[in-house]
């Protein structure tokens, strides 16, 4: 059995690059391009269009799959009782990789050559899409494009995987790189990195690097865990490492569990630095946990926490998306497909992620009505290619070219007050406080 947290030492960087596909997804994969599963033409008029998710439900991370689902499913929900695409059903196919690499590979497989799949769509995860990508990339025939992941990281937006991918979010490097000038601003110096170790979190401290360098300064402790860790893992050891180490701040790429836990070491401790997260921490899931905490042992584990995101708050009443998306579901209430059940999960009311997956939705309709009367796959491919200034309702148009496959950018500073996350124009911080 592991332990949950590794020795702080930070770990050598392996050699970047393109994966090799697992032996067994491999296997499959050969067998089901050998049986030209895939299509790369029209689909049959009236059909459903199928689009694939793979993300978790079950598991440590649910909470990211299913609130991304959510906000997605209500605006198809809505689109398919409004006709459709041309009057054709959104069927929404999710599968449930657990956040784990080598089950993601299979669902993609199984997505593009069972299911047969239009797109994909919504995955969660930097290490799953990691491992998914050299089979996305397998499916270049068929002209298979996934739009829309939870995930800031570098390796889909950078060739040959950019070609496949339609990265909406802002990345994790810009992320980082806001979170390190807010704080150099405010006099931070020494900054310390608590991160997942894996893609998902070398993504998070390689931007905090990059960030620091700029400065002519580095990194000066770091703290690792191994992926899958509860909320009750020990994090003593790691929160004990960056504490001697004098860090002032700490910057952490987590998931909501193993972050609680974190935060809770430290806080338990008597160690009052400020703690920032990425916005692939699911902050609102986050933030219940440690309420949660807190009403246990009547300490508050909130102080001095800190997030960027990648969408506006679901709280903003200026942006015509967010009343959208909060009146759509409310109206659909959307729930997980009966193979996707989690019976221990239980979904907020509204979330950063599901807003983000609600909006994810929205390019990927739009994207399919631009196509063209005929739904091809590279007809759809073209049409996102020359979106432009597209008004997504949150003051920030989306658009993509064929060298850029990113559409937004913009990085928003939350900070929790009054027992809720808001956006703030700067962390009011500094050293020592």
């Known amino acids: 059995m592991q332990s949950p947290a590794d020795p702080p030492r930070p770990p050598a960087h392996p050699a970047r690059g393109p994966r090799a596909v697992p032996p067994l997804a491999r296997l499959v994969l050969g067998a089901l391009l050998a049986a030209g ?15 694939g998710m793979s993300a978790a ?12 689902y959510r906000g997605a499913k209500a605006y198809f929900d809505e689109v398919n009782a409004r006709g459709g695409i041309g009057g054709r059903r959104l069927e929404l196919v ?15 497989v199984r997505l593009v050559g069972q299911e047969r799949v239009f797109a994909l769509f919504n995955y969660v995860g930097t290490p799953t899409l990691t491992a998914a990508l050299p089979v996305l990339k397998s499916f270049d025939a068929q002209g298979v494009s996934l739009v829309g992941n939870l995930t800031g990281a570098q390796i889909q937006r950078n060739v040959p995987y950019s070609t496949n991918v339609f990265n909406i979010r802002a990345s994790y490097a810009q992320e980082m790189e806001a979170q390190v000038e807010q704080l150099w601003a405010a006099g931070f110096r020494k900054f310390g990195v608590f991160y997942q170790l894996d893609a998902y979190g070398r993504s998070g401290e390689e931007g905090v690097a990059r960030a620091l360098a700029r400065h002519g300064a580095r990194i000066t402790a770091e703290a690792t865990y191994r992926r899958g860790v509860t909320a009750d893992a020990d994090m003593g050891p790691a929160m ?17 569990e193993a972050g609680s836990a974190f935060i809770r070491a430290t806080r338990d401790a008597g160690w009052n630095v400020p703690i920032t997260n990425l916005s692939g921490v699911s902050a609102d899931n986050l933030l219940g ?71 994810n939705a929205k390019v990927i309709v739009e994207g399919m009505r631009r196509s063209g009367p005929t739904l091809t796959r590279p007809g759809f491919r073209s049409a996102l290619e020359r ?17 850029r496959h990113q559409g937004l950018n913009r990085v928003y500073l939350t900070a929790v007050q009054g027992g809720r996350w808001v956006t703030v124009n700067r962390w009011q911080l500094r050293p020592g406080q």
């Open 94 to 108: 999710a599968l449930d990789d657990g956040y784990q690499p080598d089950r993601t590979v299979a669902n993609t």
């Open 289 to 359: 946990l440690l309420q949660a905490a807190g009403r246990k042992t009547g300490r508050d584990y909130t102080r001095g926490l800190l997030n960027t995101q990648v969408v506006p708050s679901y709280n903003d009443a200026r942006f015509p998306a967010v009343g959208e998306y909060r009146r759509l579901i409310e109206k659909w209430k959307p729930t997980l497909p009966a193979g996707v059940q989690n019976s221990t999960y239980r979904p907020v009311a509204y979330s950063f992620l599901g807003l983000e997956g609600f909006l």
């Open 240 to 256: 004990t490492h960056l504490r001697e180490a004098g860090v002032e701040v700490v910057l952490s790429a987590t998931t909501y």
């Open 387 to 403: 979106m432009e200034e597209l008004d997504l309702g949150i003051g920030e148009p989306l658009t993509f070219s064929p060298s």
């Open 57 to 68: 439900f079950t598991g440590s991370s649910a909470g990211l799959g299913i609130e991304y």
């Open 37 to 51: 599963s895939g299509f790369a033409g029209a689909a049959s008029t009236g059909t459903p269009i199928k689009i």
